[in-house]
């Protein structure tokens, strides 16, 4: 029998909220923010339902990388 996906729960919230609030996601930053650290609590792969949450998270790496080359120091 398969595991239970750690972050359904909350996954299952974030569906109720956009729901209940139009898919305004700015009205949802809340339960937003409890499946971003859901997932940061699991290794990546764990749980299904966080596998956007684990593409944003790289995504932002790659621009904070990127962006932490172009900065110069001002005196």
Request: with cysteine.
């Amino acid at each position: 029998m398969p595991q239970k996906d750690p972050c359904q729960k909350q996954a299952c919230e974030i569906q109720k909220c956009l729901q209940a609030n139009n898919y305004v996601e700015s009205r949802c930053a809340a339960v937003l923010e409890e499946m971003r650290q859901c997932c940061a609590r699991y290794p990546k792969g764990r749980s299904i339902c966080c596998s956007g949450f684990e593409l944003e998270e790289r995504n932002r790496q790659k621009l904070k990388g990127a962006s932490s080359g172009t900065h110069t120091a001002q005196h």
